[in-house]
C-alpha cells in the first residue's frame, strides 16, 4: 500500500509571508527569541526589507469549522482563535512559552495536554500572529493508534 510519506510531494516549501508592522520587533522575536534561522534577508528602496526565517518542515494544516472550534474549547477553553493561525513545533512547550512571554508575546493559554497527546500553548505574537507552540508527547506511530487520529487520504481502490 502507498502512503503519502512514500511519495514526493510536488511542492518544495511552504512559504507564509507576514506583514509586520514593526519590523524589527518582530524579526527579533521570531528569530532571536524562538530561535527561527534566518536563510536570507533583501532589501529594497524606501526602506522595503524581508527576513527569510526556516520554521523546519512545513505542513498546511486544513480544518473545518467545527474542528477549529473544537481544537479552540480543547486549548484554550473558548473561541479566539482568528481564521488563521501559525503553529511551531518546540521541544519544550512551557519554557518555549516562558521565554515567548518574556519577549512580549502574551499568553493566551498555559500549555495544556490535548485529547491528540500533544501539549499545546496558544499566544498572540508580534505581527499579530496568533501563535500555538507544541510539543508532541507520542511518537507519530503512537498517535494514529488513537480515537479520531487518521487520514483523509482516498483509499487505495477509490
Request: hydrophobic share 40%; aromatic share 6%; no cysteine.
Amino acid at each position: 500500500m502507498t502512503t503519502a510519506e512514500d511519495k514526493p510531494s510536488p511542492v518544495r516549501q511552504l512559504r507564509l509571508v507576514v506583514e509586520a508592522e514593526d519590523y524589527e520587533a518582530a524579526l527579533a522575536f521570531y528569530r532571536d527569541v524562538l530561535g527561527l534561522p534566518e536563510q536570507a534577508a533583501f532589501s529594497n528602496d524606501g526602506d522595503a526589507r524581508v527576513a527569510i526565517l526556516d520554521a523546519g518542515r512545513a505542513t498546511l494544516e486544513i480544518a473545518n469549522t467545527a474542528q477549529k472550534e473544537f481544537i479552540d474549547e480543547v486549548e484554550v477553553g473558548r473561541q479566539v482563535a482568528p481564521r488563521i493561525r501559525i503553529a511551531f513545533e518546540v521541544d519544550d512547550a512551557q519554557a518555549t512559552t516562558d521565554r515567548l512571554v518574556e519577549a512580549g508575546a502574551e499568553q493566551v493559554a498555559p500549555p495544556t495536554l490535548t485529547p491528540w497527546q500533544s501539549l499545546n500553548a496558544r499566544l498572540d505574537a508580534p505581527a499579530g500572529l496568533h501563535i500555538t507552540v507544541f510539543q508532541e508527547t507520542l511518537s507519530l506511530e503512537e498517535r494514529r493508534s488513537l480515537d479520531g487520529f487518521g487520514t483523509e487520504a482516498p483509499s487505495p481502490t477509490d
